[in-house]
């Protein structure tokens, strides 16, 4: 009985010296490099979008912040990555929309809400219809109702099946009775590619459109925002245009389950604060992005409520797949 009694005092005296290494511990917190994972390839748009949200993150919290180019899944690899990483803030991960999507596409090793903490948004993506800049189609209206009356010969190009940009089309098409045909690619640089070339007579773009438009290459006709957006002032939304088509793809930045409270808060406010840097802002209007910031209590909101839609959302694009 006396050794049971010596053991548990020893135990007693054990936990009570590591809670204080541990609270300091995140009291310290970063006192190392971090790591974010981009689950696309190095030069595109996200990862250089990442790239400038961890430099100025870094600034704000005083440490070296690096990117890991973890390209493929969808865009899931760096949710997949968070299954197997230590909660202690010193890997994080970009969280696009599309993680919220790919579970009802694919067995994944992840759980969009019970493998993640999520930290905070900061930016999102707009989707914009372009047509080449010679096509005769000069407004979206022009377009919707030239596909009217040509039934599945307007072709529009996609960077693949099941993205937010198929879903401006299905949306589009839900909403005139326009018989859009999917050409799903591997990328908007594709796509775009193919609609220079004559392959398509339209593309539904990211960003990623906003040179060949500010160089006149292609014209857009409508972007599926809220509001107007300043990289595309003179081009309306689908709503403006009388199409109820809203397709927003928030981008956030998310951390492994089990994410001490007081780090999450911590690397909320170093995001926010980024939200807010001149450096930050200069580096994303580059491509036409807009900031849009939910706090980790709001962007855990959107996660479960928008894993939740996308169920019904992939069966609309299946049936449009069809």
């Known amino acids: 009985m006396n ?110 809400i019970k493998d993640l903490t999520y930290i905070a948004s900061f930016s999102n993506y707009d989707f914009a219809l372009a047509v080449d800049a010679k096509s005769p189609l000069k407004t979206v209206q022009e377009f919707v109702e030239y596909a009217k009356q040509h039934p599945e010969e307007m072709t529009v190009g996609t960077p693949g099946r099941f993205t937010g940009n198929q879903m401006v089309m299905v949306e589009l098409n839900n909403a005139t009775g326009a018989k859009l045909t999917h050409v799903p690619f591997k990328g908007d640089a594709e796509a775009i590619t193919a609609l220079m070339g004559g392959h398509v007579k339209a593309v539904v773009s990211t960003n990623t459109i906003l040179p060949y438009y500010k160089s006149g290459t292609v014209r857009v006709l409508a972007v599926a925002s809220k509001d107007r957006l300043a990289a595309f002032d003179s081009v309306p939304t ?48 580059e491509y036409g992005i807009q900031t849009y910031y939910m706090d980790h209590k709001q962007y855990a909101d959107f996660a479960v409520k928008t894993f939740a839609e996308e169920k019904d959302i992939v069966g609309k694009m299946n049936d449009d797949n069809r």
């Open 3 to 112: 050794n049971i009694f010596r053991v548990g005092k020893f135990l007693a005296g054990s936990l009570l010296l590591i809670a204080p290494c541990l609270a300091s511990a995140a009291g310290d917190y970063p006192d190392k490099p971090i790591s974010i994972v981009v689950p696309y390839a190095a030069g595109g748009t996200s990862d250089l979008i990442g790239r400038a949200l961890a430099e100025s993150m870094g600034r704000y919290l005083k440490q070296t912040i690096v990117i890991e180019n973890k390209p493929g899944a969808a865009g899931s690899m760096g949710a997949q990555e968070m299954v197997r990483t230590r909660p202690d803030g010193y890997k994080l991960t970009l969280s696009p929309h599309g993680i919220f999507r790919q579970p009802y596409l694919q067995k994944t090793r992840y759980d969009p």
């Open 238 to 285: 689908f709503t403006e245009a009388g199409y109820p088509v809203v397709i927003p793809s928030p981008l956030g930045l998310a951390g492994p389950k089990g994410l001490p409270p007081e780090i999450v808060e911590k690397l909320d406010a170093a995001v926010k604060a980024a939200t807010q840097d001149p450096v930050f802002l200069r580096a994303i209007s």
